[in-house]
């Protein structure tokens, strides 16, 4: 009998310790992997970065002064004539900036890729292919900047230094702004490059600057290029008849030459000299490193820059 009994306790302890002998345990739940951020970028797209990026590289130099304000830590730049702080001077180059050298780009083995809306969006596939994740940014008007300084301060990890940027930002633009006259102003704003003249819309830099003012852009709803939607094709004769109040002129490449040549089609052209803005003395060519690319963190200097071409006396 005690055999039995003992044989019917080992039988029962089998059956609770299941094959093997091992026991059974509790499910366990697996943690789900945390995503460091979210971010939806300017072309729309959802990018979900797993960890917090340690070798960023930028296919703009215009970033690069934003992304460092916030702690972003940069491995890799473009090369440019502009807008190249000293601290970056030494970083790796990827090459033009209209011409990105995807060979030297993977050799920074970077863990995030910050490219320039309108212009690099052609490397997403074979950044995708290499499973580096990309974010498309873009940087022309004031919104812009404050929109990509909070993706980036996202990126960094500090967004609390986004914020401190943005806000000193919006109160030194808010105090160049109450010092204009509100006067309704007309402005034409010309682009002039070796290829000739375009007329920029709102959408532009100096476009988005002369609205924060009030002013009215004579180009307003204007057909814009195909390619540049922030641009509308030159005519002399739409030019005299908007008959702006104040030309300003922004310009890509020898600023010296490109004075030189509207001062002599000014002088040679009847239709010129006939619009108040040439007969007043009007018309301003802004500064290249201000409005040829977006200011960045020096937008309250570009918002000045122009308040005090034409209201001296107030700055």
Same mark, same amino acid.
């Given at each position: ?83 190249? $702080?000293?601290?970056?001077?030494? &970083? ?12 030297? &780009?993977?050799?920074?083995? $970077? ?8 212009? %690099? ?7 995708? +292919? ?95 290029? +195909? ?15 908007? %008959? ?13 030459? #490109? ?15 006939? #619009? ?40």
């Amino acid at each position: 009998m005690i055999k039995k009994f003992l044989v019917a306790i080992c039988a029962a302890g089998l059956l609770m310790t299941g094959c093997g002998g091992e026991k059974n345990s509790a499910p366990v739940e697996v943690e789900q992997a945390k995503t460091f951020a979210t971010i939806e970028d300017d072309l729309g797209r959802k990018v979900i970065l797993q960890q917090k990026p340690t070798r960023i590289v930028v296919t703009s130099a215009g970033f690069l002064e934003p992304l460092h304000a916030v702690g972003g830590v940069i491995v890799g730049r473009p090369d440019s004539k502009n807008k190249m $702080p000293d601290w970056a001077k030494d &970083l790796a180059s990827v090459g033009a900036v209209y011409q990105v050298d995807v060979e030297r &780009l993977l050799s920074c083995s $970077p863990d995030l890729v910050i490219l320039n809306k309108g212009m %690099n969006e052609k490397l997403l596939p074979v950044l995708e +292919e290499n499973k580096i994740p990309a974010v498309v940014v873009e940087m022309k008007t004031y919104d812009d900047v404050k929109r990509g300084l909070k993706n980036f301060s996202t990126i960094s990890g500090d967004e609390a230094a986004g914020e401190k940027i943005i806000s000193d930002m919006d109160a030194e633009i808010k105090n160049i702004v109450d010092k204009v006259p509100k006067e309704k102003l007309r402005v034409a704003i010309l682009h002039s490059t070796a290829q000739g003249l375009t007329v920029q819309l709102d959408g532009s830099i100096a476009g988005s600057i002369a609205k924060m003012f009030g002013w009215e852009n004579v180009a307003s709803g204007m057909t814009p290029l +195909e390619k540049n939607p922030d641009a509308a094709p030159y005519s002399m004769e739409t030019l005299a008849e908007q %008959n702006p109040e104040i030309i300003f002129v922004t310009s890509m490449g020898n600023l010296d030459e #490109i004075k030189s040549n509207m001062t002599k089609a000014i002088a040679e052209n009847a239709a010129w000299q006939a #619009i108040g803005a040439v007969k007043n003395n009007k018309l301003y060519f802004l500064p290249q490193d201000l409005f040829l690319l977006s200011p960045g963190l020096h937008y309250p200097d570009a918002v000045r820059k122009m308040a005090e071409l034409i209201y001296p006396e107030k700055f």
